[in-house]
């Protein structure tokens, strides 16, 4: 799935694609985190994603559908909002959304209710939309947006698939956090020695281009050598791979550094994946 207009959150985004590549994607995700966490770019991007009728990743951004989603005006996208003057998404509004449900889809194959605010419902309206995500009809998905989930009914939450976003550390590009999350979860790997959760951490990594696993490997590098001298304030993971023997942690920056180098020539990204988890993974295996 092509997610990369959602800033940072880069375990969620691989967690999604995956998803959407094997079993695909659910008929109900609860969307949450602060405000300014990029909670309606990642609903429109599901949507978008679910009625998407471009060729390859999708949504592809450039279709009708996906224009059409992105402006808001997609008839089987569909927003639930607070309506002016109330404080609240009322039952009646709930009500409604469930007789439309029936309507079949207009133009594609999916109709997307997305509910922003959906904390604002109150008890009845929550039991109105629970009956729905039980036994809606299966073309129909629906997309819960709140910024206290905690005030969703238990019964709601667990019929949702959770996607908490954190917002972007505001300095750094959308590229650059995302390298450097993936960077922090590859110590991480390592400290733990665990070559298996290793390979499947690398399997999304064959769809990125090599420009972004470029800037994995350095980030990485300098992440390890930051473990090599490790200070206090460093992150958490840094200092877990600061058990690490010396000599593993010089094999690993060597072995990176060298992927850099490929990735700057031309070879692929997954023959590129494929060569990170070989030399790590080898590293790990031997103990020294
Ligand atoms: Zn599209």
């Known amino acids: 799935m ?3 207009q959602l800033a940072g959150n880069a ?8 998803q959407a590549d094997g079993r695909g994607l659910s008929h109900a995700y609860l969307i949450s985190g602060p405000a300014g966490a990029g909670k309606a770019t990642l609903a429109k991007l599901l949507a978008a994603a679910m009625v998407c009728t471009g060729q390859g990743e999708k949504p592809c951004g450039l279709c009708t559908a996906c224009r059409k989603v992105r402006s808001g005006i997609h008839p089987d996208v569909i927003h639930v909002d607070i309506p002016e003057g109330k404080r609240e998404i009322l039952v009646e509004q709930v009500r409604q959304m469930r007789s439309d449900a029936w309507i079949r889809p207009n133009e594609g194959a999916r109709k997307v209710y997305i509910i922003h605010s959906a904390q604002t419902m109150n008890p009845s309206a929550q039991n109105a939309i629970l009956k ?4 809606g009809p299966a073309y129909a998905a629906f997309l819960l947006l709140s910024d206290n989930p905690g005030a969703l009914l238990p019964t709601i939450r667990s019929r949702c698939e959770g996607a908490a976003l954190v917002p972007a550390e505001g300095t750094s590009s959308p590229e650059d956090s ?3 999350t993936a960077a922090l979860e590859l110590l991480d790997l390592l400290a733990k020695r665990d070559e298996l959760a ?3 951490w690398a399997v999304p990594l064959e769809k ?3 420009g972004e696993l470029s800037q994995l490997f350095q980030i990485a590098v300098e992440l390890l050598r930051q473990a090599l001298a490790p200070t206090p304030a460093a992150p958490a993971q840094v200092l877990a791979a600061a058990a690490l023997p010396k000599k593993k ?3 690993a920056v060597s072995a990176l550094e060298k992927l850099r180098s ?3 020539f031309n070879v692929g990204a997954g023959h590129l994946a494929g060569a990170m988890t070989a030399r790590l993974g080898g590293l790990l295996d031997h103990p020294s």
Do not use: F, G, P, V
């Not at 375990?11 to 995956?18: G, I, N």
């Not at 729905?132 to 036994?135: K, S, T």
């Open 208 to 210: 990125w281009n090599r």
């Open 262 to 264: 490929d990735a700057e």
């Open 2 to 4: 092509k997610l990369d």
């Open 132 to 135: 729905l995500l039980e036994e």
């Open 178 to 180: 995302l390298a450097r």
């Open 249 to 251: 942690l010089l094999e």
């Open 11 to 18: 375990a969620l985004k691989r967690q999604l694609s995956a």
């Open 198 to 200: 290793l390979y499947a």
